[in-house]
């Protein structure tokens, strides 16, 4: 399954996405007691990923749904624990390993998804898509969550990445938005020369450094390459992702991103975008609501944010095309011990964060929605607007990968772009790590 359904599904989602754009704490634990007294009650651990601090809307809607499923399901409670992404990804291994996992979970998709489904760890969730949730979502995300015809995962969001950009920068030093690689390059120049920090990259994380790369590959080599460099119909070693990797380092050597990105982790480099020490940011729409709906945020700087499609490269590349697909999605434990009260609880977790992730965080949700009565930001609809033309959607290639491999491109992505290692060789260890597995 791991890599050929991952992106075949995306053509699906596009003319499902016509019904919504007819749209016009860190360690924060909320813990019960656990069984009561009489036995009667009972306990559904949930981990998820998003913290008060930087991730606040989101926070508030999980702990809204929770209120509601315990005020409507007398004698079950939620025991909740929150982490950051990368503090969240690695306990989740972790516990895995000693089958303590939570009874309900955040998880990835494809190659992310298999290795906890080999060994046993997800139970399937068919019964609940032929029950409760039957039709609820957009056609082609619950299928990203598939393996050997069952489905694993129940999926929250729909995400593009795209690069987001300070109009009020941009006007002073009479910038536009670029279309072509070079005219990137000729705006990271002005800025450069003025003082200003170009690009806002946090690449401690890798994955966001990853996107860029993505994003290069996709234009010089077309939409396949990548992909099929990954389930094995071509090679990692093909000139256009060499020469993708080439591109980076053209990049890091015009100093393009902020000082010590290699360094930084990803909300040290949101922060620098948000607080304009920065002219650029790329990332995934799961960040619209920081430029649309977060009334922390000041509105003088969310009125300022655009963004632009990734351009074109030496007049290659189809910049309808993106790297996306569904967020993340919740798993229950197969070893569970409330597996019923488990499952009836990410069932109602979806049904409600699909209106309200909308409402209250301006994201895109993997649920159908008629948003035409939604007063949704302009920025929303536009976004809306580019899935419905996208010509195709590419998985972020982390999650297509097996664990293993990912690890391996993870840390490859920060060695390209520290300049470690040259682009034959960023290739070729791939390519090494790819072959291995089959």
Same mark, same amino acid.
């Given at each position: 399954?791991?890599?050929?359904?991952?992106?075949?599904?995306?053509?699906?989602?596009?003319? =499902?996405?016509?019904? &919504?754009?007819?749209?016009?704490?860190?360690?924060?634990?909320?813990?019960?007691?656990?069984?009561?007294?009489?036995?009667?009650?009972?306990?559904?651990?949930?981990?998820?990923?998003?913290?008060?601090?930087?991730?606040?809307?989101?926070? %508030?809607?999980?702990?809204?749904?929770?209120?509601?499923?315990?005020?409507?399901?007398?004698?079950?409670?939620?025991?909740?624990?929150?982490?950051?992404?990368?503090?969240?990804?690695?306990?989740?291994?972790?516990?895995?390993?000693?089958? %303590?996992?939570?009874?309900?979970?955040?998880?990835?998709?494809?190659?992310?998804?298999?290795?906890?489904?080999?060994? #046993?760890?997800?139970?399937?969730?068919?019964?609940?898509?032929?029950?409760?949730?039957?039709?609820?979502?957009?056609?082609? /995300?619950?299928?990203?969550?598939?393996?050997?015809?069952?489905?694993?995962?129940?999926?929250?969001? &729909? #995400?593009?990445?795209?690069?987001?950009?300070?109009?009020?920068?941009?006007?002073?030093?009479?910038?536009?938005?670029?279309? /072509?690689?070079?005219?990137?390059?000729?705006?990271?120049?002005?800025?450069?020369?003025?003082?200003?920090?170009?690009?806002?990259?946090?690449?401690?994380?890798?994955?966001?450094?990853?996107?860029?790369?993505?994003?290069?590959?996709?234009?010089?080599?077309?939409?396949?390459? &990548?992909?099929? $460099?990954?389930?094995?119909?071509?090679?990692?070693?093909?000139?256009?992702?060499? %020469?993708?990797?080439?591109?980076?380092?053209?990049?890091? %050597?015009?100093?393009?991103?902020?000082?010590?990105?290699?360094?930084?982790?990803?909300?040290?480099?949101?922060?620098?975008?948000?607080?304009?020490?920065?002219?650029?940011?790329?990332? $995934? /729409?799961?960040?619209?609501?920081?430029?649309? /709906? #977060?009334?922390?945020?000041?509105?003088?700087?969310?009125?300022?944010?655009?963004?632009? #499609?990734?351009?074109?490269?030496?007049?290659?590349?189809?910049?309808?095309?993106?790297?996306?697909?569904?967020?993340?999605?919740?798993?229950?434990?197969?070893? =569970?011990?409330?597996?019923?009260? $488990?499952?009836?609880?990410?069932?109602?977790?979806?049904?409600?964060?699909?209106? +309200?992730?909308?409402? !209250?965080?301006?994201?895109?949700?993997?649920? +159908?929605?008629?948003?035409?009565?939604?007063?949704?930001?302009?920025?929303?609809?536009?976004?809306?607007?580019?899935?419905?033309?996208?010509?195709?959607?590419?998985?972020?290639?982390?999650? !297509?990968?097996?664990?293993?491999?990912?690890?391996?491109?993870?840390?490859?992505?920060?060695?390209?772009?520290?300049?470690?290692?040259?682009?034959?060789?960023?290739?070729?260890?791939?390519?090494?790590? &790819? =072959? $291995?597995?089959?």
């Amino acid at each position: 399954m791991k890599n050929k359904k991952a992106i075949t599904f995306f053509v699906a989602i596009l003319a =499902s996405l016509l019904v &919504l754009a007819g749209c016009g704490s860190d360690g924060d634990d909320s813990s019960s007691n656990g069984n009561s007294s009489s036995g009667d009650s009972k306990t559904v651990k949930f981990m998820h990923l998003w913290p008060e601090g930087s991730s606040k809307t989101h926070n %508030e809607i999980v702990s809204e749904i929770i209120a509601d499923f315990e005020s409507q399901h007398e004698g079950v409670e939620i025991e909740l624990e929150v982490l950051s992404n990368e503090q969240y990804k690695d306990k989740i291994q972790v516990l895995s390993t000693s089958d %303590e996992l939570p009874d309900v979970g955040m998880t990835w998709a494809a190659g992310y998804l298999q290795p906890y489904v080999e060994g #046993n760890k997800f139970a399937p969730l068919d019964d609940l898509l032929d029950g409760d949730l039957k039709d609820q979502f957009v056609s082609g /995300t619950a299928e990203a969550y598939a393996i050997d015809g069952s489905t694993y995962g129940l999926p929250l969001e &729909l #995400n593009i990445a795209t690069v987001f950009y300070n109009k009020a920068i941009f006007d002073e030093y009479g910038l536009e938005a670029p279309e /072509t690689y070079e005219e990137l390059t000729d705006v990271i120049q002005t800025l450069n020369d003025n003082g200003v920090n170009p690009i806002a990259l946090g690449n401690k994380d890798r994955w966001t450094g990853s996107l860029w790369y993505m994003y290069l590959a996709d234009r010089i080599g077309g939409s396949d390459v &990548l992909t099929n $460099a990954i389930n094995r119909s071509g090679s990692f070693e093909d000139p256009a992702l060499v %020469e993708a990797a080439n591109k980076v380092q053209e990049l890091v %050597e015009m100093d393009a991103f902020v000082n010590g990105f290699n360094g930084l982790a990803d909300e040290e480099a949101k922060s620098m975008f948000m607080n304009e020490q920065a002219a650029m940011y790329l990332i $995934a /729409t799961w960040d619209l609501p920081n430029y649309t /709906t #977060n009334e922390d945020v000041p509105q003088e700087f969310r009125d300022s944010v655009g963004y632009f #499609n990734f351009p074109t490269v030496d007049g290659n590349g189809d910049t309808n095309s993106f790297v996306g697909g569904p967020g993340v999605g919740l798993f229950v434990a197969e070893n =569970s011990d409330v597996k019923d009260e $488990a499952k009836a609880f990410a069932s109602f977790f979806v049904e409600q964060w699909g209106e +309200k992730s909308v409402t !209250q965080a301006g994201v895109i949700p993997a649920t +159908k929605l008629d948003a035409e009565s939604l007063e949704l930001p302009q920025m929303y609809v536009d976004v809306l607007e580019d899935l419905n033309s996208a010509s195709n959607l590419t998985l972020f290639a982390d999650v !297509q990968m097996s664990p293993d491999t990912a690890q391996v491109h993870l840390d490859m992505i920060q060695a390209i772009f520290g300049m470690e290692v040259t682009p034959e060789e960023f290739a070729k260890e791939h390519e090494d790590a &790819l =072959s $291995a597995e089959e």
